[in-house]
């Protein structure tokens, strides 16, 4: 527990998602710089944060959060900012889709860029073609969405959680893998590359670019840190 809010984080790693919203809404918060190779996900300083040794988490005044939903929720709740809050319009499809983002695409984004973790070094050129399938169909759903519901929560007009987040994970899905057909691509799906274009320029991606050297287009044209 902290008086302030402290973001246990990694360049470009999913702590990025919460950086980026903590950015969004302007509040004031610490970072403490996390060291894979050092053994810090494994202390047990932070495995009393997290059990599972992972990021984000994010510590508060009222104690420990993890998971990137819960988070995300919490500062939506307590500071606004990143979507439509209780008694707002379309709170629903809100909490839909960014329930859809966590649960069934992020896992498929893992796939993608992990192939081996679920299948072994023997069947990860499969998971990763399946997987980058999955993807496609996927970001279809939302291209739809984009164009036919054109929620605030997802696109131009406004940035949130949802654009902040997918801009994030996409990312990863555009630059890591090795071999350049298994990367996803952003041209069958002009809207939501439009809805990524518009929050890779706003102030709050703006200064995490600067600081953790994510290139000028990090949710586009995505270059490694």
Partial sequence: MTDTLTL???PDWGSSIIRLALEEIGQP???KAMDWDAGDFD???FRAMNPQGLIPVLDTPGGPMFETIAILLWLNERFGGL????????????LTWLSFVNT????????????????GPDAAAEVQRLALERLNTQAGWLETLITTQRPDWLSTR??????????????????LPNDPAMRFSLRPFPALRAVLAAHEVTPASRRLT???????HPFTDPKGP
């Fill in 29 to 31: 918060y610490q970072i």
């Fill in 104 to 119: 069934t695409l992020q896992p498929t984004v893992h796939a993608v860029i992990h192939p081996e973790r679920l299948g």
């Fill in 83 to 94: 979507g439509p809050r209780e008694g707002e319009a379309d709170r629903q499809g809100f």
């Fill in 158 to 175: 406004q940035p949130s959680a949802i654009g902040y987040q997918l801009g994030i994970i996409l990312r990863w899905t555009i630059y």
């Fill in 43 to 45: 202390a047990p300083w």
């Fill in 8 to 10: 246990y984080h990694i």
């Fill in 210 to 216: 600067e600081e953790e050297g994510f290139g000028p």
